[in-house]
């Protein structure tokens, strides 16, 4: 480095000496030197030339009038600060107390009298590199200062901007207690949780590769992804692949994000797990025993999309029954003696769980008493869902107090899928996002894409694909019912489901129609609404009773594959 090599000119050396004669050696032997310099004939005037001229280096005297050397050193190393300024005594003495005190003051070092020219040149050139070598180190270290403060200008804005997109959805329901810090995504850490339309909700956990910006900013675009479709109606699977899409096409080789997506239904008590590289999660039931999710997929980021999979763990669950999903820093939380957690403790932790309820406070307690001493467990994320409709579901629509004269009020529209298609798209967010165009009919989101979902599901898995929901009263069946789905949705031909949206006003809100119109050879859904009503299976009928509650009129034609809704919404 430049800083390394004396800098060009001569130094400015303080010479404070009360002997006229001693100071005009030192002068002179200075001078043929090549160096500037600056006599004084007291500790006083020595401080004065000091503020005055700042040199580079000083001799004291250490016996002067007025102002000793040591009290000059003092002062002097005051006036400095975190500069230095080399101070050399100068004296004849020999006591070794008297030498201390002299260090003690600020001196650097002695030039004991009379004076040696070559050991004069080698002392100035030796506490000159030391000297250079201090501003080298003080100006590195204000410059990491400077940037390290940038840095964290840059973290906070990031975080503001990230908070924009990625806001709290519904992270303070009271079903879903977690634990993140504060800073979760400049570790690596994401969690995102939001209402879906339907009433259910997704929740998003996730440890990128890395830490700081480069974790923040793959962690943006999935949030914005997230938000975005959850909202709009799209599944989980949707949702995965777009996510998984994106990293893909952004991240450099060699980061991912190890991530668990989870969707809830509350109002079928289902869960649809997908795990990709994070710890097992687990479901703790009212009984006392759980079942572990697995990581079954690669990290998020990873695969092309053609390879990438989207199969999730479908659970049927009981109300009061809570999910536990964590990052990893749940087993690599470590104590003092630099042991982590582990799998065996958690387990232990959830052994001793009574009431599924309890099971965040039994983790959480049991990592903070592991690892107190250690402080706060930063790159830690866990959530625990219990398994009942929060209380606040209602907040998702908090806000809207619109007319239900502006935006279109009167409309039809005509929707048709088949073939293919059927099994490769859902029409759902799109058929909402409609529905939505009337502003008033956004307060009802939820009970519209629950219509649209309800017959959307009921024409292609029983009128085109002929599933029976009795299947669905176990967790076998539940297997058996998706893995048949996905095989029959793979070779489906010659099928059609056609939607008829048709809206008019009324004078305080409006009226929906819906007809869904199947090309299965339909159902008996008779004999499905008895069953329910029997309460011979737990699954069948839900949709169609479902159905019945929230519309103002349900009609059955033909063999079932015809269904109209008509469903009367209004502002009060």
Same mark, same amino acid.
């Given at each position: 480095?430049?800083?390394?090599?004396?800098?060009?000119?001569?130094?400015?050396?303080?010479?404070?000496?009360?002997?006229?004669?001693?100071?005009?050696?030192?002068?002179?032997?200075?001078?043929?030197?090549?160096?500037?310099?600056?006599?004084?004939?007291?500790?006083?005037?020595?401080?004065?030339?000091?503020?005055?001229?700042?040199?580079?280096?000083v001799l004291l005297d250490l016996?002067?009038?007025?102002?000793?050397?040591?009290?000059?050193?003092?002062?002097?190393?005051?006036?400095a600060g975190e500069?230095?300024?080399?101070?050399?005594?100068?004296?004849?003495?020999?006591?070794?107390?008297?030498?201390?005190?002299?260090?003690?003051?600020g001196?650097?070092?002695?030039?004991?009298?009379?004076?040696?020219?070559?050991?004069?040149?080698?002392?100035i050139n030796a506490f000159n590199r030391m000297r250079l070598m201090h501003r080298t180190l003080s100006q590195q270290r204000d410059l990491i200062r400077s940037r390290n403060r940038m840095l964290l200008q840059e973290q906070e804005v990031a975080k503001r901007v990230f908070d924009n997109v990625a806001h709290t959805g519904c992270l303070n329901a009271d079903n879903l207690r977690y634990h993140a810090s504060p800073l979760s995504i400049f570790n690596g850490d994401v969690l995102f949780a939001c209402r879906r339309p339907s009433g259910g909700m997704h929740i998003f956990v996730g440890d990128f590769t890395g830490h700081g910006l480069p974790a923040a900013i793959g962690a943006m675009p999935v949030a914005e992804i997230f938000y975005g479709m959850t909202s709009k109606g799209f599944s989980c699977e949707d949702v995965l692949r777009e996510i998984n899409q994106k990293l893909k096409r952004i991240l450099p080789t060699g980061m991912f994000c190890c991530a668990a997506f989870i969707q809830a239904d509350f109002h079928t008590s289902q869960l649809r797990v997908w795990n990709g590289g994070l710890p097992d999660g687990y479901l703790i039931r009212g009984d006392g025993s759980r079942d572990i999710l697995p990581s079954r997929h690669l990290p998020l980021g990873v695969l092309s999309p053609?390879?990438?999979?989207?199969?999730?763990?479908?659970?049927?669950?009981?109300?009061?029954?809570? *999910? #536990?999903?964590?990052? @990893?820093?749940?087993? /690599?939380?470590?104590?003092?003696?630099?042991?982590?957690? !582990?799998?065996? $403790? *958690? #387990?232990?932790?959830? @052994?001793?769980?009574? /009431?599924?309820?309890?099971?965040?406070?039994?983790?959480? !307690?049991?990592? $903070?008493?592991?690892?107190?001493?250690?402080?706060?467990?930063?790159d830690l994320t866990v959530f625990a869902l219990e398994m009942n409709e929060s209380d606040k579901a209602a907040e998702m629509s908090a806000g809207l107090t619109l007319s239900a004269?502006?935006?279109?009020?009167?409309?039809?529209?005509?929707?048709?899928?088949?073939?293919?298609?059927?099994?490769?798209?859902?029409?759902?967010?799109?058929?909402?996002?409609?529905?939505?165009?009337?502003?008033?009919?956004?307060?009802?989101?939820?009970?519209?894409?629950?219509?649209?979902?309800?017959?959307?599901?009921?024409?292609?898995?029983?009128?085109?694909?002929?599933?029976?929901?009795?299947?669905?009263?176990?967790?076998?069946?539940f297997g058996r019912y998706y893995a048949e789905r996905e095989r029959r949705l793979a070779r489906i031909q010659g099928h059609s489901i056609r939607f008829t949206l048709r809206h008019s006003p009324t004078h305080d809100g409006g009226r929906l129609f819906i007809e869904c119109r199947d090309s299965g050879e339909g159902f008996d859904y008779q004999s499905v609404l008895q069953h329910h009503h029997d309460r011979q299976c737990r699954y069948a009928g839900r949709g169609l009773i479902l159905l019945q509650q929230l519309s103002h009129s349900l009609a059955f034609h033909g063999a079932g594959n015809r269904v109209e809704v008509v469903y009367d919404w209004n502002l009060t």
């Open positions: 480095m430049e800083d390394a090599f004396p800098e060009p000119g001569p130094l400015r050396i303080l010479i404070a000496e009360d002997s006229d004669t001693d100071r005009l050696i030192l002068s002179k032997l200075i001078e043929r030197q090549g160096h500037q310099p600056i006599g004084a004939a007291d500790g006083d005037e020595a401080v004065a030339l000091f503020c005055k001229h700042n040199p580079h280096i016996v002067m009038p007025r102002m000793d050397g040591m009290e000059a050193a003092r002062q002097i190393k005051m006036l500069s230095l300024v080399p101070v050399i005594f100068l004296t004849s003495m020999s006591d070794p107390d008297t030498l201390a005190q002299c260090l003690e003051s001196g650097d070092d002695f030039l004991s009298k009379p004076y040696n020219r070559v050991i004069l040149e080698a002392k053609e390879r990438f999979s989207v199969d999730a763990d479908v659970i049927p669950t009981e109300p009061g029954n809570v *999910l #536990l999903v964590a990052t @990893d820093g749940i087993l /690599e939380a470590e104590n003092a003696h630099g042991e982590m957690f !582990g799998e065996e $403790r *958690l #387990l232990a932790t959830l @052994d001793s769980v009574q /009431e599924p309820a309890a099971v965040f406070d039994a983790v959480m !307690g049991a990592i $903070r008493q592991f690892s107190w001493d250690q402080g706060a467990q930063d004269a502006a935006g279109a009020t009167q409309w039809v529209c005509d929707y048709e899928l088949s073939d293919q298609t059927l099994g490769q798209f859902n029409p759902l967010p799109l058929l909402l996002h409609i529905c939505m165009e009337v502003p008033g009919l956004r307060l009802r989101s939820g009970e519209v894409y629950t219509l649209l979902s309800e017959l959307y599901t009921n024409a292609l898995e029983h009128g085109i694909l002929k599933l029976p929901s009795e299947w669905k009263d176990s967790p076998e069946g």
